[in-house]
């Protein structure tokens, strides 16, 4: 590890799902790739880390990939030097003996702690205000969002000309799900289903299966399965099942790493995304989008919901506007939607013309890696 490079921590704890891995995994490349930065990504279960990237060795407790020093989280934490930024993922509570070490330093560290996106405006008036402290280290928050005065989305410099790039370039997209073992009939539109267990799904599949049009379902493996194997009556469904109902074909595909699910989002129509980086994935794909919001105690997760509708709807004609908040909020409540599907699908030259106006008004912002980057720099 060179002398001279910044050295920043930073700290995953695996919930569950993928998206505390998802986020800090893209986070710690970014920071290596594009600002030279020594990282070290500490994580308590590479299981999930392997899913999204499979060249980790799970059984090794350290280890570099793509730049990035990968370390387990051990049980039993032994006495670490304190890097020079510290970030806890998601509120992620740091070991004991580690916080101590930051007290230690002669210069105390910048310790941040990068909070779960939300379009809720409170965001604006918290984003880097200074938290607890640690002794006389000082805690900042910081938010992700999408307006100005949050510290943005994870954007990857080039992101959006290589989507462009690959949109437009039909015999890479067909190379590319050729290899994901998908033959894409040219007449069907093609849809990615990335969600939670949903008792509306039925309802949806049933729309898509009495269309006219033919449609192209591809589902990761993962946790809607179950809902897919019930519509089907099929049981245990596996990556490369293949299923034909009427308009719809369903077929299901292997977790993929990263950067392919990226790919995936780019070929299709329509992406059904959740939890937090897909969500974010989907937006940059430029295609338009349905959100599956990870549900949280008290239902707080619906008010983040609206917000970001209240956001993202802004341009669009009111029965445009009504249609995809409808199909959102009849998703997220497990409810039929059938009628929404109907009417989203009159209003598809709009919606699409707006999910790319969204993506670009959005990268108008400083990516991420780089608003933290910036954030340290001014700290120091
Ligand atoms: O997996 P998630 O549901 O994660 C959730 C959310 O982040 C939620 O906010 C959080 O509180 C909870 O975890 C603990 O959805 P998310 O955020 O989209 O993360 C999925 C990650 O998996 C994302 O980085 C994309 C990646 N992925 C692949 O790499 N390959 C794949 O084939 C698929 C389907 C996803």
């Known amino acids: ?12 704890t695996v919930v569950d799902n993928y998206g505390d891995i ?21 994580v308590d279960d590479l299981r999930a880390f392997e ?16 730049g990035v020093e990968v370390r387990r989280w051990p049980a039993e934490w032994l006495p670490t030097e304190a890097a020079d930024v510290v970030i806890a993922a998601f509120a992620c509570q740091l070991p004991a003996t ?12 910048l310790w941040m702690n990068l909070d779960y996106l939300s379009a809720e405006d409170w965001v604006m008036g918290c984003h880097g205000l200074p938290s607890v402290k640690y002794k006389h280290v000082q805690k900042y928050f910081f938010f992700p969002g999408f307006q100005k005065g949050t510290g943005g989305l994870l954007r990857e410099s080039g992101l959006l000309e290589r989507r462009r790039q690959f949109q437009q370039d039909p015999q890479a997209q067909r190379t590319f799900l050729q290899g994901l073992g998908v033959d894409r009939a040219p007449d069907a539109q093609l849809i990615s289903l990335f969600a939670y267990e949903n008792a509306g799904l039925a309802s949806w599949l049933d729309a898509l299966a009495s269309d006219s049009m033919s449609t192209h379902v591809l589902v990761p493996e993962g946790r809607v399965l179950g809902d897919v194997e019930r519509w089907l009556g099929v049981n245990d469904l596996q990556a490369g099942a293949l299923h034909v109902r009427e308009a719809v074909t369903v077929q299901v595909l292997p977790f ?16 059904a995304v959740r939890g937090e980086d897909s969500f974010v ?3 940059w794909a430029g295609r338009p989008l349905l959100w599956h919001i990870y549900q949280q105690e008290e239902d707080v997760h619906l008010d983040k919901l609206e917000a970001f509708l209240a956001l993202y709807v802004k341009g669009l004609s009111a029965p445009a506007s009504e249609a995809i908040s409808g199909l959102w ?13 109907h009417s989203t699908r009159k209003h598809w030259p709009e919606l699409e013309k707006h999910a ?25």
């Open 329 to 341: 909020r009849a998703w997220n409540a497990g409810a039929k939607m059938t009628d929404h599907w």
């Open 98 to 109: 580690y916080m101590e070490a930051m007290a230690e330093r002669k210069q105390p560290p």
């Open 356 to 380: 790319e106006t969204w993506c670009l008004e959005q990268a108008l912002q400083a990516d991420l890696a780089t608003a933290l980057v910036q954030f340290y720099g001014n700290w120091i």
């Open 1 to 12: 590890m060179s002398e001279l490079k910044t050295r920043w921590d930073i700290f995953c």
């Open 22 to 42: 998802g986020v800090t995994w893209r986070l710690a490349r970014q920071l290596v790739a594009e600002h030279s930065l020594a990282v070290r990504l500490w």
């Open 256 to 271: 993929v790493r990263q950067d392919q699910y990226d790919q995936l989002l780019w070929c299709c129509d329509f992406n």
């Open 281 to 283: 994935r989907a937006q």
């Open 51 to 66: 899913r999204m990237c499979p060249e980790i060795d799970v059984h090794v407790a350290q280890q570099w990939q793509q």
